[in-house]
């Protein structure tokens, strides 16, 4: 079975500081991993996803994320948070052969001026 | 031209009643998916259809019937619904060659069983 951990349900950073989300999976084989972000009232839209081409993956504004298969981790960063990166990130997991995504329980992030 | 839609955005039923969410995509996508969000923001999938053809039933009362007329579409009827049924209900679609494929989400439909 498959699953995915994220710490911490809450982040809270201030504006220009660094953006860091953490996920961490289980998983039988290697597995396809994504991180999608919610804006309030909206549906889910991907940010970056790991393809098993390059651990070091460059997402949509300014995210990145590094898969580390050692420490089954794939956490997502980003330089220096911008307001507009209030919103609620879900790290998700899939098997190469399986069908079912499945999503970490997320981490709402909260940017102070 | 929004490429996952549902209707209605917003729901509000008492309990007992039944109920149908409709989504359409027009990504050309060949499997569409059903899933549901808690008060929590915990993301579960319900069910998921592969040009019409039901592949994943999670463990999901039979209260919820999921119905795929054409690739495009795939509604949501919600039988006898219960208090535990209010929560925000997501569709999704993907091509699905490939487990790497995103999934596109759809702006979800709120459902509050009062």
């Known amino acids: 079975a498959q699953s995915v951990t994220q710490l911490g349900s809450h982040v809270s950073v201030s504006e220009g500081a660094l953006v860091l989300l953490r996920c961490n999976y289980s998983?039988?084989?290697?597995?396809?991993l994504f991180w999608y972000v919610q804006y309030p009232n909206q549906g889910l839209q991907l940010l970056l996803k790991y393809t098993s081409a390059a651990t070091l993956v460059k997402g949509i504004n300014g995210f990145e994320a590094e898969f580390k298969k050692s420490e089954t981790s794939f956490h997502l960063t980003k330089p220096s948070a911008h307001m507009s990166d209030a919103a609620e990130y879900f790290c998700a997991v899939r098997k190469a052969a399986g069908n079912k995504l499945t999503f970490g329980g997320g981490t709402r992030v909260l940017v102070k001026p | 031209d929004t490429a996952v839609s549902q209707t209605p955005k917003y729901l509000v039923t008492q309990m007992g009643n039944d109920k149908s969410i409709k989504c359409e995509q027009n990504?050309?996508?060949?499997?569409m998916y059903w899933y549901k969000q808690d008060s929590k923001k915990f993301l579960k999938i319900m069910f998921s259809y592969n040009n019409k053809e039901l592949i994943i039933n999670e463990t999901v009362p039979n209260r919820f019937s999921p119905k795929s007329p054409d690739k495009a579409h795939l509604n949501l009827h919600i039988n006898s619904l219960e208090l535990g049924d209010s929560a925000v209900y997501f569709c999704?679609?993907?091509?699905?060659?490939?487990?790497?494929?995103?999934?596109?989400f759809g702006p979800g439909t709120r459902l509050t069983v009062l």
């Open positions: 999704a679609s993907s091509q699905e060659r490939d487990p790497r494929d995103t999934q596109y």
């Open positions: 998983s039988s084989v290697p597995p396809y």
């Open positions: 990504l050309g996508h060949d499997t």
